[in-house]
T-cell receptor, first 115, second 117 residues
């Protein structure tokens, strides 16, 4: 069975600094997608970034980038130039490339941004 | 705004009662997914409907059921409610062609917060 593990329940970062959130997953599939979602206090789930497993190039979206290590089954999120608005719960999610398309989520990392 | 709507936003009810949560997917999306998020937990997949048909079930209790109607909106029915059913219930939708390789990003609604007293 596929599982997603986020080993950091909480992280803190100074404003304007860089922080990396960790995510590991377990799967026997060779093709899949990985996502990072942000959940602010409003509880809305907001897609931050996505990565296709068949792509070797790491995805980047403005200040957000990932370090995807397929062999190690690792998918970390780097936030550069952290802003107060980045404070939220961050969830890593996995989805197989075909079939039901359900997401499997990790338990989340709460990110605090210190002014 | 993701384009997915959920009603009601909040629901407070008593143990043993039955409630219905409603979800309207984005225009054109055929797939609807339901997830449950208990306090400070990740989202747990409950069930997936595609164009009116059930496609997959997760850890959904027998007291819970869902359906997707011809206009593609979906309802999640929770019965014989227990204190432990208190959670945030999310609906998500995607195009989900079910054929070939497709990115099929899921767009999440704002959630319905259910409190069982």
């Amino acid at each position: 069975a596929q599982t997603v593990t986020q080993s950091q329940p909480e992280m803190s970062v100074q404003e304007a600094e860089t922080v990396t959130l960790s995510c590991t997953y377990d799967t026997s599939e060779s093709d899949y997608y990985l996502f990072w979602y942000k959940q602010p206090p409003s509880r809305q789930m907001i897609l931050v970034i996505r990565q296709e497993a068949y792509k070797q190039q790491n995805a980047t979206e403005n200040r957000f980038s990932v370090n995807f290590q397929k062999a190690a089954k690792s998918f970390s999120l780097k936030i550069s130039d952290s802003q107060l608005g980045d404070a939220a719960m961050y969830f890593c999610a996995y989805r197989i490339i075909s079939g039901t398309y359900k997401y499997i989520f990790g338990t989340g990392t709460r990110l605090k941004v210190l002014a | 705004d993701s384009g997915v709507t959920q009603t009601p936003k909040h629901l407070i009810t008593a143990t043993g009662q039955r409630v219905t949560l409603r979800c309207s997917p984005r225009s054109g999306d055929l797939s609807v997914y339901w997830y449950q998020q208990s306090l400070d937990q990740g989202l747990q997949f409950l069930i997936h409907y595609y164009n009116g048909e059930e496609r997959a079930k997760g850890n959904i209790l027998e007291r819970f059921s869902a359906q997707q109607f011809p206009d593609l909106h979906s309802e999640l029915n929770l019965s014989s409610l227990e204190l432990g059913d208190s959670a945030l219930y999310f609906c998500a939708s995607s195009v989900a062609t079910l054929a070939g390789y497709s990115y099929n990003e899921q767009f999440f609604g704002p959630g319905t917060r259910l409190t069982v007293l």
